[in-house]
């Protein structure tokens, strides 16, 4: 499919079926999503991450906080990514 080419559907048609617009938004369709019949949102392909950090590097740290027990501290989510 071209990129070129756009979708119209409702919130609601979007919500039930989400995993067809998404496909398409993944086949470069945008898909334009309405509220009361206005233009609210759309729904594109990311663009492709070129920048992929090392796969043993993100293991390594990952698995790091797992050797500490117990963790030193209140564990936040984020302290396991570099933010």
């Keep these: 499919m071209e ?4 979708v119209l ?3 609601r048609e979007a919500v039930h079926n989400f995993t067809y617009f998404a496909d398409l938004a993944e086949a470069g ?3 334009t999503i309405t509220r009361r ?3 609210s949102l759309k729904l594109v392909r ?5 920048d992929i950090p090392d796969r ?4 390594k740290k990952a698995l790091s906080f797992r050797a500490l ?5 209140k564990f936040d989510r ?6």
């Design 3 to 6: 990129a070129t080419t756009n």
């Design 9 to 11: 559907t409702t919130a």
């Design 29 to 31: 369709v945008e898909v």
């Design 37 to 39: 019949g206005r233009a």
């Design 46 to 50: 990311a663009p492709v991450q070129t």
């Design 56 to 59: 043993a590097a993100l293991a």
């Design 69 to 73: 027990k117990p963790y030193p501290g």
């Design 78 to 83: 984020s302290d396991a990514y570099d933010l």
